[in-house]
């Protein structure tokens, strides 16, 4: 079963976000999308004619991590932009976000570093299932810095293409865009 790209072009008009910036970015998604099922089937064939264990399959295996991760990260980021409210101080998720970092200042503030971080990857807020912890991640690539087992609250792309059409280099430019249109809702319906 196919993965098919989801759309996200009711996200044009975003105060901050060029459309030419995001019809990029949505080409660019629906790439992750075209190459995950590409190698998935790629394995599948391999597999069944035998060459599970040729350098061939090797390789292809080790880029099925970049490829879902690209295409899994997006929807989150896509899902989690277009609000147009600031989030509810009474709300769940920030009292959470306030009980984890003990107010909700400090967690923008450190969500904002983490993003503004040199390199090219994501920032996450996370959530560890197993103390319901909150924390924020620096994810390198698309696939590297992962906590094993825990649920993605906020995903913030800062790959150059997110943001160098409309700010150049100005990344902490983009973040405050970003931050002007989070869908608060959709992130807190990922809160266990
Ligand atoms: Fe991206």
């Not at 660019?28 to 190459?35: D, E, I, K, R, S």
């Not at 590409?38 to 292809?60: C, F, M, P, R, V």
């Not at 769940?92 to 040199?118: C, H, P, Q, V």
Request: proline share 4%; glycine share 10%; with cysteine.
């Amino acid at each position: 079963m196919a993965y098919a790209a989801k759309d996200y072009s009711s996200l044009v008009g975003m105060p901050g976000f060029s459309e030419a910036l995001l019809k990029n970015h949505f080409t660019l998604y629906q790439g992750y999308v075209a190459n995950t099922n590409k190698l998935i089937d790629t394995l599948e064939a391999l597999a069944k004619d035998g060459k599970g264990a040729s350098a061939e399959y090797a390789e292809q295996k080790r880029r099925l991590g970049w490829e879902f991760d690209g295409m899994r990260l997006h929807e989150y980021y896509f899902e989690n932009l277009g609000g147009k409210t600031p989030i509810d101080p009474d709300g769940r998720l920030a009292r959470k976000i306030s009980a984890d970092f003990g107010s909700y200042e400090n967690w923008e503030k450190d969500f904002r570093a983490t993003g503004a971080m040199r390199g090219i990857g994501w920032a996450a807020l996370y959530q560890d299932p197993n103390t319901g912890r909150l924390l924020n991640f620096w994810i390198n690539e698309h696939d590297a810095g992962h906590p094993a087992g825990c649920t993605p609250i906020l995903i913030m792309d800062v790959f150059e293409h997110a943001f160098m059409l409309d700010y150049g280099t100005k990344r902490p430019d983009y973040i405050a865009a970003f931050f002007g249109n989070i869908n608060w809702a959709a992130a807190e319906s990922r809160l266990k």
